[in-house]
């Protein structure tokens, strides 16, 4: 395995003296450049693993892999490959090896070779999912509580009439794309929303862990210390016991397991609007702090396209109307492609909201040709 640390080497005892052997200053050579850490800050480790899904796209791998001393327990990851070429011939259910490298911001994984496979096997009692209902966007948020950092028992209730994100992490999650980049995300999206004069003040940050035997309040305040450099302003870290988490998790989707003395999760991140509804979900990293704040900005400002009957009116009259109401197939992302086709001139159109037909004209907010209906706000 590589160090993650940085051998120390004096100038002088790492310089061939007259007459040493020159496979002797090749070896010191050989020994910075493969145990050291690159001039970049990138760290690397050989590491072993169980491959337990590989994506339709091959970018990512979900892997339970060994424990890597110094960096992060035994625990099963979704893990980046940066060259999609090493994953041919590989399967589900085969065990390799392979070398992780991780910066401050991201991680990926290469040089993947088979060592065995094992069948795959389902227990007997795996849950299928069958009966949970997820939410989607128009449905209001479940009540739930929550410790927060200062000790006190919160609620989602207590934000009722402000704009909400939030997203889960927990304080030990080594990957710097995962937890990390969720709250460096919110960090960013809060700049925006503060130096944008035309956004609703009422918004907040919720970052909530789900590991409540580690994530103390004490521990909450000074992880977010890192994120947040003393300014907590419109911002709250939280934890979610066990039961609030296995109750929620699976109405977002939300994928937690513990494994280890660690977890294996994915990323979800929700915006409420201020009567507490799902406005939008984030799934997995890929979102930038620009389109959260967007969305943000758009549940503030009543954004919201779904409602008991909705149905948008195109402006030119040879289109047909959208139906956007929740028994109907469009929804809110969708329906992007049909309105975007359909709807020659959005800030034109009018859309009729509720069982009386009130009209509602769409309000230009933003010029954005690739998704125009996030562009216009009732």
Same mark, same amino acid.
């Given at each position: 395995?590589? &160090?993650?640390?940085?051998?120390?080497?004096?100038?002088?005892?790492?310089?061939?003296?007259?007459?040493?052997?020159?496979?002797?200053?090749?070896?010191? #050579?050989?020994?910075?450049?493969?145990?050291?850490?690159?001039?970049?800050?990138?760290?690397?480790?050989?590491?072993?693993? #169980?491959?337990?899904?590989?994506?339709?796209?091959?970018?990512?791998?979900?892997?339970?892999?060994?424990?890597?001393?110094?960096?992060?327990?035994?625990?099963?990851?979704?893990?980046?490959?940066?060259?999609?070429?090493?994953?041919?011939?590989?399967?589900?259910?085969?065990?390799?090896?392979?070398?992780?490298?991780?910066?401050?911001?991201?991680?990926?994984?290469?040089? @993947?070779?088979?060592?065995?496979?094992?069948?795959?096997?389902?227990? $007997?009692?795996?849950?299928?999912?069958?009966?949970?209902?997820?939410?989607?966007?128009?449905?209001?948020?479940?009540?739930?509580?929550?410790?927060?950092?200062?000790?006190?028992?919160?609620?989602?209730?207590?934000?009722?009439?402000?704009?909400?994100?939030?997203?889960?992490?927990?304080?030990?999650?080594?990957?710097?794309?995962?937890?990390?980049?969720?709250?460096?995300? +919110?960090?960013?999206?809060?700049?925006?929303?503060?130096?944008?004069?035309?956004? *609703?003040?009422?918004?907040? +940050?919720?970052?909530?862990?789900?590991?409540?035997?580690?994530?103390?309040?004490?521990?909450?305040?000074?992880?977010?210390?890192?994120?947040? &450099?003393?300014?907590?302003?419109?911002?709250?870290?939280?934890?979610?016991?066990?039961?609030?988490?296995?109750?929620?998790?699976?109405?977002?989707? @939300?994928?937690?397991?513990?494994?280890?003395?660690?977890?294996?999760?994915?990323?979800?991140?929700?915006?409420?609007?201020?009567?507490?509804?799902?406005?939008?979900? +984030?799934?997995?990293?890929?979102?930038?702090?620009?389109? =959260?704040?967007?969305?943000? /900005? $758009?549940?503030?400002?009543?954004?919201?396209?779904?409602?008991?009957?909705?149905? @948008?009116?195109?402006?030119?009259?040879?289109?047909?109307?959208?139906?956007?109401?929740?028994?109907?197939?469009?929804?809110?992302?969708?329906? /992007?492609?049909?309105?975007?086709?359909? *709807?020659?001139?959005?800030?034109? &159109?009018? =859309?009729?909201?509720?069982?009386?037909?009130?009209?509602?004209?769409?309000?230009?907010?933003?010029?954005?040709?690739?998704?125009?209906?996030?562009?216009?706000?009732?």
């Amino acid at each position: 395995m590589i &160090s993650p640390g940085t051998p120390r080497m004096n100038t002088e005892d790492s310089r061939p003296r007259a007459g040493a052997a020159p496979t002797t200053a090749l070896f010191a #050579l050989l020994l910075l450049a493969g145990c050291g850490q690159p001039a970049d800050g990138t760290k690397s480790f050989d590491t072993r693993g #169980l491959i337990r899904e590989i994506a339709e796209d091959r970018r990512t791998a979900v892997i339970r892999h060994e424990e890597i001393p110094g960096y992060m327990p035994k625990m099963t990851m979704e893990l980046t490959v940066r060259d999609t070429n090493e994953l041919a011939g590989l399967v589900a259910g085969d065990e390799i090896t392979f070398r992780l490298h991780a910066t401050d911001e991201t991680h990926w994984i290469d040089t @993947l070779r088979k060592t065995g496979h094992q069948a795959r096997s389902t227990p $007997a009692n795996a849950p299928s999912g069958a009966d949970v209902v997820e939410l989607k966007p128009g449905d209001p948020m479940p009540e739930c509580s929550f410790l927060s950092e200062d000790g006190g028992t919160n609620t989602f209730a207590a934000f009722q009439g402000k704009v909400v994100a939030f997203t889960f992490i927990f304080t030990r999650c080594p990957l710097p794309d995962f937890c990390p980049l969720m709250n460096r995300s +919110f960090a960013r999206a809060r700049e925006l929303l503060r130096a944008d004069p035309g956004a *609703t003040p009422n918004w907040h +940050f919720l970052s909530l862990s789900f590991d409540s035997a580690n994530d103390t309040p004490e521990v909450l305040r000074r992880y977010a210390q890192g994120y947040r &450099s003393g300014d907590a302003d419109r911002w709250t870290f939280g934890v979610l016991d066990a039961t609030t988490l296995a109750t929620l998790a699976p109405q977002l989707d @939300l994928i937690v397991t513990a494994e280890g003395g660690s977890f294996a999760h994915n990323l979800r991140t929700v915006v409420l609007d201020p009567r507490g509804r799902i406005f939008r979900q +984030f799934d997995h990293n890929q979102w930038t702090p620009q389109e =959260l704040a967007d969305a943000m /900005r $758009a549940a503030g400002q009543g954004g919201a396209l779904l409602c008991p009957t909705c149905t @948008l009116i195109p402006a030119a009259p040879s289109q047909p109307p959208i139906d956007f109401s929740p028994a109907s197939s469009n929804r809110f992302r969708s329906s /992007r492609t049909a309105l975007r086709r359909r *709807t020659a001139q959005p800030d034109q &159109s009018t =859309l009729f909201c509720g069982p009386s037909g009130t009209e509602r004209t769409l309000k230009p907010l933003a010029r954005n040709s690739n998704w125009p209906i996030t562009s216009y706000v009732l």
